[in-house]
């Protein structure tokens, strides 16, 4: 009884396992080719000029990375600051022009955000918040917010009220109803916004551009002239540097959560 | 509270800005006198000024040539610092700088930029230049002919000074030696060649730049060469029916191109990638020591060759300048200046480095110069200086382009 479903079990990771490392397996290839022609399976010759100008050339690769995690870190920790008041106040109340604010908070999902980006711009400029962190921070909030904001949203939705009235009731203030009550519920949906927040800001390019004027350069700066410019190799080396840094921003996070219920199990028990 | 937090912020704001006014009036008296001072005062005013260079960044080799050849002599003999800024779009920074001047930012990050044609002719328009400081370059004095149509005019828009000329690009096919050893050399010629190799010739969709610049050699070629259109595209008149054997023979050729001419590749990146693959036999790029350098990264066969036409092919000249607001304008001069020296323009030409052909003019470099730029191995695939030299057309000015490009989907994509 048991075997069959063992057995898909096994078929469907390396399915789902196939599915996510095949692209890698091109990107990999074209990065180190040197010579590949038409009908080659594998390139001739093997060449690491494109990995040695990523990592170790006069490219500053590794300041951009560090550039950023940087950003995307602050912008995620700035997004849920806002994103769970927000969704708090979308679930729970019900009031005049709730969808007009709905539709502003999630505008930037549809509206391109360049098209903000090209007004913003102008008003930075006279802030003087361009050339800065802080000002692609912020520019980079509003196509990550939405994200942040509908997961959160999704989370608030399956906590009842019922739930901190309890608390309240056996006594606890404000404060440690959230952080008992609120958060650890909330947390899968924070986590969640957070990776998307995470993903998109690092991928923004031309709102970087803008705002950081060239003075802010992230790895994306440093990646898209090569992918339209016509230098496959480095292209690639590039976007597996970009993708490397991605998922291990994930997994940080992933690890950071199994602590987190490892932890509270722990303090559940004893 | 809440008003007083916006006074207080709305406060701090008049007096920076205040402050930065003063400061702004300075500068300007500071900043105008260099457009007049001997060249010491500019050099001594230069040293330990940081420049940020502002390029299109997706080439390992230029982006090298720029942080490993240039930057550290420019470091050392003058004590300048020059920063490299990759971007990939000319146009994002012309845009960024409009919004820089409509919202008076006076102390910009951009010292340098690398610029031509349209962009150069927006940045003119709309005043993002800083002013005429070519001919304070020493040389730019000594080894430019500043009256050659091609550093005086940049795609028909008199340059005055507001930048000058860094490198020469001209226009070559590219094609695999062993696969076609006698390669066309007229736009007859190439016709025949695409209806014995079918399926083995495209160009890139217009609007891109390359592919743009391919149509207007055939419409040099087919309408009866290029002097005819040394004049603004409004004065003349027939120009409509002028341009039709053009697109007579675009579309007699059409049916021979890769994938029978149902599509063109979308860019000049793509069509270089159907040729490294082996799909297409011939491809072309404005840049006459691509192919070499493609060669050099495996890219390309090492049978790659080049070719231009009997007739010429187009050339253009691109240029380096100085936003309105750079911060560092002493210091982009000096540069500049250093960026067009005999030395640096030598090792520009190396495919090694770039291969880019170089501003200066031969003739007013000494014995010694010329010797060490006739050295430079400008590998196999690349065509000699004197051949490119004596098949060289003067480009069309930008009014033309449009016309041709809008043309060009109209007559030929939707057809």
Known sequence: MKNPLVFIKIILSVLVFLLMLLPFVPLILTSMSFGWQWPAILPELISFRAWDYVLFGSSGTWQAVGVSLLIALIVTAVNVLLAVPAANALVRNSFRGKWLMEAIIFAPIIIPPFVAVMGIHLTFLKLGLTETVIGVVLAHISPTLPYMVRAIMISYQTLSIDWEDQARMLGAGPISRFTLVVLPHLLPGIVAGASLSILISLSQYLITFIIGSGQVVTLSILLFPFISGGDPAIASAYSLLFAGMAIMTLLGLDVLLKKYYQQKSRDTLG | ?415
């Open chain 2, 1 to 415: 509270m809440k008003n007083s937090v916006f006074l207080a912020s709305s406060f701090l704001l008049l007096t920076l800005s205040a402050c930065s006014q003063n400061v702004d009036e300075q500068t300007a008296k500071e900043t105008d006198q260099l457009l007049t001072s001997d060249w010491q005062t500019i050099a001594d005013s230069a040293a330990g000024q940081q420049v940020n260079m502002y390029m299109w960044g997706g080439s390992e080799n230029i982006n090298q040539y720029i942080d490993e050849w240039v930057a550290p002599r420019l470091k050392k003999e003058h004590d300048v610092e020059l920063n490299r800024i990759p971007m990939n779009d000319s146009q994002d920074i012309i845009n960024q700088l409009v919004d820089e001047k409509f919202a008076d930012k006076s102390s910009g990050s951009m010292d340098v930029i690398w610029i031509n044609g349209e962009n150069f002719k927006t940045a003119k328009d709309n005043d993002l230049l800083w002013g005429s400081f070519s001919g304070q370059l020493p040389y730019f004095n000594d080894f430019i002919d500043k009256d050659a149509p091609e550093i005086a005019y940049d795609f028909g828009e008199p340059v005055d000074g507001l930048e000058a000329p860094w490198g020469k690009a001209q226009f070559v096919f590219v094609h695999d030696e062993s696969k076609s050893p006698n390669p066309p050399k007229s736009m007859n010629q190439l016709a025949e060649w695409v209806q014995e190799n079918p399926r083995q010739f495209t160009y890139p969709a217009l609007p891109d730049f390359t592919g743009s610049a391919f149509v207007r050699h055939v419409l040099y070629e087919t309408t009866g060469g290029y002097e005819q259109y040394q004049q603004p595209a409004a004065s003349i008149p027939d120009l409509e029916t002028k341009l039709e054997p053009m697109w007579d023979y675009l579309n007699s050729i059409e049916p021979y191109l890769w994938r029978d001419g149902e599509t063109y590749p979308e860019s000049l990146a793509k069509q270089d990638q159907l040729y490294a693959s082996g799909e297409i036999g011939m491809t072309m790029s404005y840049d006459p020591a691509l192919a070499a350098s493609e060669v050099l990264k495996g890219r390309f066969t090492e049978s790659t060759r080049t070719f231009v036409l009997d007739g010429g092919t187009l050339s253009n000249t691109h240029f380096l300048s100085i936003p309105f607001n750079s911060s560092a304008k002493a210091g982009a001069m000096v540069a500049i200046n250093e960026l067009m020296s005999p030395e640096a323009q030598t090792a520009k030409l190396s495919p090694e480095n770039w291969g880019d052909l170089t501003a200066l003019d031969f003739t007013l470099l000494s014995l010694e110069q010329q010797d060490a730029m006739n050295d430079v191995d400008l590998g196999a695939a690349t065509l000699s200086l004197t051949e490119l030299e004596e098949h060289r057309l003067p480009e069309l000015s930008s009014d033309y382009i449009e016309i041709i490009e809008k043309g060009w989907l109209q007559h030929v994509a939707k057809e």
